[in-house]
């Protein structure tokens, strides 16, 4: 642990923390602390980028634009794999730097760089794919071509949980479509997002086609950056409450949105599942990230044939988990984001206490100044508990029973969310029809991870709208251009 550790601060101490804007000093800049949430103490400080930089920002990525996505796709697909292999090049510095911003175990953290390489890599075979269309009109008389053109100048506002990888498939996208891009990182994890710019820009990316903008004011930038014809689209990762007010602020100049906003992902498992694997992935699912991710299983459903065994075997697993610092060996857990957090998430597990809940785990809390959290797997929770309706976003599972299909299936949508749910049975036709069943956008059967850069990833109701991941990622940094040409009705073809 002391080795990562002390590398990370010999990393940070030759690191300059400057918010990428090109044309803009940034040793100039007012800064703001960065937190170790293992220690609760500030390691570093980075760039208060001020909202008076905005109209600069989008000057700048407008010459951005035109030098970028004049490249042909080929060039601008070869910048991406090239980004790709830096990442993984860079992999121990990057993974390390997330752990340290962000608290989660450096195993983990290793996986999102792998994780954020794919999106670059897949993105960088797509964009040579960017098809469009041609059409004959059915009465006659016009031949129309399709083509897809890159949506304009793009703000790509990420969250501090996936710090790299959010901001990482919303850009490749991005790129891939042709789009200059100001990405905006959450105020508690600057550095990983400052460290994808280096690579982006080190693999061929025009300075003025990819910025980074750290700030301490989320909230002012977006309003600034919105309240401009200028920008054209906004790609968020977030709460529900901030993007219903990223849509209002959209009307002004009606940018194009992709909102992927938060989860409530119900885990159905049936009498007929295997126990083994249905516990194994409940632990992938709430304890990835430390649970808090938008696809954790928020809410655990298991058949009453089943559920006293699964409660059982989940806790034991559970309990089993080491909590520690990221950089330590062997640590499965570390903390969560922020005392606030936590002590809200503390708040949630006493509250369901006191109205009859119990918790099967009934670990200790830990103490000392990092913002630890023990797993707890919380069963008999009533309706009126406001953890039943919240997205928990933390270690602690909730456990509820079912007798049927058809109960399963109307417990889990009972709910203003839709992105993940998760169906655990070994009869094919049963998971399958329940999953079809489902309202959400992303499905894991038997299995408790769901997105892939080939794919589209992103959730229904107040989970949002618009797709990362997939053609259908890059399509979302796109406009439909159609041409009309006139075509008489004579023919050479005689
Ligand atoms: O918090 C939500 C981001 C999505 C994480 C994932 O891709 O699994």
């Known amino acids: 642990m002391q080795t990562s ?121 797509e964009a040579v794919r960017s098809y469009g269309g041609y059409r004959e009109a059915p009465a006659g008389g016009a031949r129309l071509i399709v083509t897809r053109q890159p949506v304009g100048i793009a703000l790509l506002i990420t969250p501090w949980n996936f710090p790299l990888a959010m901001g990482a498939r919303k850009a490749a996208a991005a790129l891939a479509a042709g789009c200059s891009v100001i990405l905006k990182p959450a105020e508690a994890t600057p550095l990983s997002s400052l460290l994808l710019g280096d690579v982006l820009l080190e693999a061929g990316v025009p ?57 409530d992902a119900p885990f159905l498992v049936f009498n007929d599942a295997d126990l083994d694997r249905a516990v194994n992935s409940a632990v992938i699912s709430k304890i990835r990230n430390g649970g808090q991710a938008c696809v954790a299983a928020n809410r655990f459903l298991v058949q009453d044939g089943i559920a006293a065994e699964f409660t059982a075997e989940l806790s034991k697993r559970l309990n089993a988990l080491t909590v520690g610092s990221g950089f330590a060996d062997g640590v499965d857990l570390g903390p ?22 119990e918790d099967a785990c009934a670990a200790p809390q830990p103490g000392g100044d990092g913002f630890f959290m023990n797993p707890a797997v919380l069963t008999n929770v009533p309706e009126s508990a406001t953890i039943a309706s919240a997205e928990i976003f933390a270690p602690i599972a909730v456990v509820g029973t079912f007798s049927t299909d058809a109960e399963a299936v109307a417990k889990a949508n009972n709910t203003p969310f839709g992105l993940a749910g998760y169906v655990f049975s070994q009869d094919i036709d049963r998971a399958f029809g329940v999953a079809h069943a489902l309202d959400v956008g992303v499905l894991g059967i038997n299995k408790g991870l769901v997105a892939d850069a080939s794919s589209p990833f992103g959730g229904i109701g107040y989970s949002g709208y618009g797709k990362e991941g997939g053609i259908e990622g890059m399509q979302d940094f796109q406009t439909l251009k159609q041409f009309n040409l006139d075509s008489p009705a004579a023919t050479l073809l005689g």
């Open 207 to 263: 300075p003025e086609a990819f910025q980074v903008v750290t700030t301490s004011d989320s909230s002012g930038w977006s309003r600034t950056l919105m309240g401009d014809a200028r920008l054209k689209k906004v790609s968020f990762t977030g709460s529900t409450r901030v993007g219903s007010m990223l849509i209002e602020q959209s009307a002004q100049h009606v940018q194009k949105l992709s909102l992927e906003l938060g989860g």
């Open 336 to 357: 969560l984001i922020s005392g606030q957090a936590r002590k809200q998430v503390r708040g949630l597990v006493d509250g369901a206490l006191e109205l009859g809940a």
């Open 5 to 125: 550790l002390q590398t990370h601060d010999a990393f940070l101490s030759s690191f300059d923390g400057g918010a990428r804007i090109p044309g803009i000093d940034s040793t100039s800049l007012d800064r703001f602390d960065v937190v170790d949430p293992a220690t609760g103490a500030a390691f570093t400080q980075v760039s208060n980028a001020p909202i008076e930089l905005a109209d600069h920002c989008l000057e700048v990525a407008g010459r951005g634009l035109r030098a970028w996505s004049g490249q042909s796709a080929r060039a601008r697909s070869n910048v991406l794999l090239r980004a790709a292999e830096l990442l993984i090049e860079r992999i121990e510095v990057i993974a390390a730097t997330m752990t340290r911003e962000m608290g989660k175990p450096l195993d983990e953290s290793r996986a999102e760089v792998r994780f954020s390489a794919d999106y670059l890599r897949w993105y960088s075979e």
